[in-house]
């Protein structure tokens, strides 16, 4: 699940969109059904903190929210499937 996460196209150059749930530091459960893998912040050492950054999107690809960073270890379902990690 993390490897298709880093995907951010195909060999068509088609941004890589995908459905995720996950729980956000505050507590509360996102649930994103378009999104593209993004930058969660400037100052931010992604791999190191183990954060990913989800963008809602829609069907154009024209973003539609803002970036959630997440915590790897919260996410919930990745494309409808339960994530264990």
Do not use: Q, W
Request: proline share 4%.
């Amino acid at each position: 699940m993390l490897r298709e996460l880093d995907i951010k196209e195909d060999e068509k150059g088609v941004p890589h969109t995908f459905s995720i749930k996950f729980c956000t530091r505050s507590g509360e459960v996102v649930f994103l059904t378009r999104a593209v893998t993004s930058g969660a912040g400037i100052n931010r050492n992604m791999a190191a903190n183990r954060e990913r950054g989800f963008l809602p999107v829609d069907v154009s690809f024209h973003k539609i929210d803002h970036v959630y960073p997440c915590l790897i270890d919260n996410i919930l379902e990745y494309n409808n499937m339960t994530v264990k990690l």
